[in-house]
């Protein structure tokens, strides 16, 4: 098993920037393919953004590429959303999740493990 907690969210205006970290414990996150997920009130959880196990392949939302960037530090069991030009619509609790297989997981139902999240607001 693998725990998960995140931690970088807050308030920031509309353009501002912010860096979310995951830190996993117990079983090493270079065992699984990580990712984030968000979900604003009254919505669906959506994937953000998610990486290989390996950190070659990764996967974007249309909604967030080209302004938010995923990596991953193996050695410090850490995944990290860079998130950039952040828009009031980006506003939402920031899940980190981790799958238990090599490749990219882009669904909720195909994570094994979650964070408790953390909240991002944009403000306009």
């Known amino acids: 098993q693998v725990q998960l907690v995140e931690s970088g969210g807050g308030l920031v205006q509309a353009g501002g920037s912010l860096r979310l970290s995951c830190a996993a414990s117990?079983?090493?996150?270079?065992?699984?393919?990580m990712g984030w997920f968000r979900q604003a009130p009254g919505k669906e959880r959506e994937v953000v953004t998610s990486?290989?196990?390996?950190?070659?392949?990764?996967f974007y939302a249309g909604s967030v590429k080209g302004r938010f960037t995923i990596s991953r530090d193996n050695a410090k069991n850490t995944v990290y959303l860079q998130m950039n030009s952040l828009k009031p619509e980006d506003t939402a609790v920031y899940y980190c999740?981790?799958?238990?297989?090599?490749?990219?997981?882009?669904?909720?139902?195909?994570?094994?493990?979650w964070g408790k999240g953390t909240l991002v607001t944009v403000s306009s």
């Open positions: 999740a981790a799958a238990a297989t090599a490749g990219l997981i882009t669904t909720a139902a195909g994570m094994d493990y």
């Open positions: 117990g079983r090493t996150a270079s065992s699984y393919a």
């Open positions: 990486i290989s196990r390996s950190g070659a392949s990764t």
